[in-house]
């Protein structure tokens, strides 16, 4: 049996989309039915249980739990915009040690979402040598709470047998619930669909043009498949970045839409509000030699490649990956 938390949302149920592709559905769905997004997200897809995640931590913390051979450990909250630091300690802090101190006791593999956010404006780099943790400035609430788990594991010397995925900006088709956290593809999309015109944030930092931002943009499709690398290869603990290792920027992204969609390019550039311009990235770029001295070998999507995908065969007939 595997669980996957989160799995109705976004990376979680396209981690149980192929998993059934994979031959896998003895798994217990650990996550919230908050949104009828969530609900389609669920369509198609093959598991044994759905628990909720009160009950299931219960279980969890009363060594009630069945044996199971993994838990992916993607529920949280994902707003990088939270201000509520004692529900991100509970969400993302407390949640992700309950399990993993299960997992350590149990043998059960344990591989967990962390964030590109714990590397805050990237002064530090982005290399996901554990060597380097301590040296990391989350701008926002959100990053730190993945940065505090980060430092237990390390502490604890929990990095051996665990595993933790720092993800850039995924994108893809089961992401329409996350609403204001969706990908600037599908805001982007549904912009130009309904007023022929995307909206891009302003630069307000030298040495970057408007729409000039830079970040790491990663296709669903290849954030499941290094999820599942690990997930293969049990011997291998640590953390890792999830990305492209190619940074591209806004404008990059916004034209490619417009490309697609058979639109003319017409990008208007918004300020950005005050309440983020302070916490706001303008680079990001995942190294990614550690991934792949860690064996996985598999072409990663170019962005290009990725938007169409999604446009096309998604975002266009509305369906969602399952």
């Known amino acids: 049996m595997i669980v996957v938390t989160g799995g109705a949302g976004f990376i979680g149920s396209a981690l149980v989309h192929r998993l059934n592709q994979k031959g896998f559905d003895d798994i217990w769905m650990v996550d919230e039915n908050d949104h009828p997004e969530k609900q389609k997200n669920l369509d198609g897809l093959n598991y044994s249980r759905w628990v909720g995640k009160d009950l299931f931590l219960k279980e969890v913390r009363g060594s009630e739990l069945p044996s ?27 949640y992700t040690r309950s399990l993993a101190e299960f997992c350590l006791k149990k043998d059960v593999r344990f591989i967990y979402a962390s964030s590109a956010a714990t590397y805050g404006a990237g002064e530090n780099g982005y290399s996901d040598d554990e060597s380097h943790l301590e040296t990391l400035a989350p701008l926002n609430l959100y990053g730190a709470s993945k940065q505090w788990f980060d430092l237990w594991a390390k ?8 595993v933790g995925l720092k993800y850039f900006n ?65 011997d291998i603990g640590g953390i890792f970045n999830v990305g492209s290792g190619k940074a591209r920027s806004w404008n990059d992204l916004a034209t490619t839409i417009f490309h697609v969609m058979n639109k003319k390019v017409n990008i208007n ?16 770029c995942a190294e990614m030699g550690k991934m792949r001295s ?29």
């Open 155 to 162: 502490e604890a010397g929990a990095l051996k047998e665990i």
């Open 294 to 322: 860690a064996g996985y070998v598999e072409t990663i999507t170019s962005l290009e490649d990725g938007i169409s995908d999604y446009i096309k065969n998604y975002l266009i007939p509305n369906k969602h990956f399952t």
């Open 68 to 94: 199971c051979s993994a838990i992916l450990h993607m529920g949280a909250c994902s707003s990088t915009t939270e201000t509520n630091a004692a529900y991100l300690r509970e969400n993302n802090f407390d």
């Open 170 to 234: 995924v994108f893809g088709p089961n992401e329409y619930h996350k609403e204001d956290m969706q990908s600037m593809i599908r805001k982007g999309f549904m912009q130009v669909r309904d007023a022929g015109a995307l909206n891009l944030f302003k630069s307000y930092k030298s040495g970057y043009g408007d729409g000039g931002q830079e970040r790491d943009f990663l296709y669903i499709r290849d954030a499941v498949a290094m999820t599942l690398f690990f997930l293969d290869h049990r």
């Open 269 to 284: 550039y918004i300020e950005m509000p005050e309440s983020i311009r302070e916490q706001y990235q303008y680079h990001t």
